[in-house]
């Protein structure tokens, strides 16, 4: 493109006037590039790293126009070059509220933000294809609540004591089933653990059960196998950090089936700090310790 600066007027300047207001600058959109413009269009590209200056070239231009993007104005995926600009910021600075790491929330697409937008979808029921549409900007708005004016999950809000933690299990009523030999292994575990907290805990696993389940109880499938995403049903993946308990409460709100109904993936072993393998019942007891205190801290 010609290069627009000082004295340029003309739809141009307007163009460019209305996408410096639209990411904080204070302008009149006259058409006119004048000191005013001249002096934003300098801040900006200091702002964007780009070489010192005050005209609008094509760096500078490509960079407006992905600065003055809203999230939602367009599809987002994993591409060569990675998408950037003030819609993937929000992206990012949404799912690290939800509880899904991005890295560095820099504005740029790339595939650390994609594994996280892979977690989201599969944790609200849709299908991971870690592609931004529609269908995941319909499931981020409907999280509005849970997201707007926070910050990230922080460590020690997902700290509690065994007192809460009895609390939260009188309050819980949920049914853990296990879809593979793992699964059900845990599942039988977590029932175990949470009745050695609290007596009256309404935790089960799916082999006490003599009846189908009340439409009131949560139903949370394990699973240490591949699960099919398209099914509808919120799939989670089991992790050790603070942001676990996050992604199981955006699951639960996001569960559309009556009763609700999750999925939790764990691996099939694991490894202590030493790098030995943990298998088996110790690795069993170890999920399950890890589940129960993460749909605690949900339910506290």
């Known amino acids: 493109m010609r290069a627009i600066g000082r004295n340029s007027r003309g739809a141009a300047v307007e163009d460019v006037q209305r996408r410096l207001r639209a990411v904080g600058y204070e302008l009149e959109v006259d058409g ?14 200091e702002a964007e790293k780009l070489p010192e200056g005050d005209t609008v070239d094509d760096r500078t231009w490509a960079a407006l126009v992905d600065a003055s993007f809203s999230l939602g104005d367009r599809m987002l995926y994993l591409r060569m070059p990675f998408f950037h600009g003030c819609d993937v910021r929000s992206l990012q600075s949404i799912l690290e509220v939800l509880g899904f790491a991005v890295g560095d929330s820099d504005g740029i697409f790339g595939a650390h933000t994609e594994h996280a937008l892979r977690d989201f979808q599969a944790s609200v029921g849709l299908v991971d294809d870690g592609i931004a549409g529609n269908t995941t900007y319909d499931a981020i708005e409907r999280l509005r609540h ?3 004016g926070k ?3 922080s460590a020690e809000s997902a700290h509690m004591g065994f007192a809460r933690a009895a609390e939260a299990l009188e309050k819980m009523e949920a049914c853990f089933y296990g879809l593979d030999e793992i699964g059900r292994g845990v599942a039988s575990r977590v029932a175990n653990l949470a009745h050695a907290t609290s007596d009256i805990a309404h935790v089960m696993s799916a082999d006490a059960l003599e009846a189908f389940p009340p439409s009131t109880m949560l ?5 240490s196998e591949d699960v099919d995403p398209s099914g509808g049903i919120p799939i989670i993946e089991l992790s050790t950090d603070f942001s676990f308990s996050k992604r199981i409460q955006i699951a639960l709100e996001s569960a559309q089936t009556t009763p609700k109904r999750v999925i939790i993936t764990v691996p099939r072993h694991g490894t202590t700090e030493a790098g030995d393998e943990v298998v088996g019942e110790r690795w069993e007891q170890h999920v ?13």
């Open 32 to 45: 006119m590039y004048l000191e005013r413009t001249q002096d934003a269009v300098r801040k900006f590209r």
């Open 146 to 148: 849970a997201w707007e």
């Open 151 to 153: 910050s990230p999950t």
């Open 219 to 223: 139903m949370v499938g394990i699973s």
């Open 288 to 300: 399950a310790v890890v589940l129960l205190d993460a749909f605690c801290v949900v339910f506290s």
